[in-house]
């Protein structure tokens, strides 16, 4: 697909990446990195550039989420290298041993049958 033939809105083209297995993110005139994805820069209102993220980075604040009955689900802000934050899940067997600081790796899960995949993170040196 060409760059022409992406998705028009800023949230299907991150939805695209995310299917292709790519943490897409972007970058105002100045070089700031930005999430969520939007259609002009929030400093400057200019277009933003595209950029695929590396999708390591550390989490900077940790809730876990607990329903009766269910594990925790660990809900996390993390923070990527290339210099923006994002919220979401952090997949682990051991919930309670996540500690904000803990480096952490993308990957991406589909969170209901027939959902696009979306970008998930799992403690540096556990699986997937």
Partial sequence: MTEENLPQSPYGRFLYHAA????????????????????????????PSWCISAGKGSIHSLTLVRHKGEAPLPLALVDLDEGFRMMSNIVTDAPESLRI????????????????????????????
Avoid at 101 to 124: I, K, Y
């Fill in 20 to 47: 292709r297995g790519e943490l897409a993110f972007q970058r105002d005139a100045e070089g700031r990195a930005f999430f969520p994805p939007r259609l002009v820069s929030p400093k400057d209102g200019g277009e």
């Fill in 101 to 128: 600081g803990d480096r952490v790796s993308v990957t991406f899960r589909s969170l209901a049958e027939g959902q696009p995949p979306l970008p998930v993170f799992v403690r540096e040196g556990e699986a997937a």
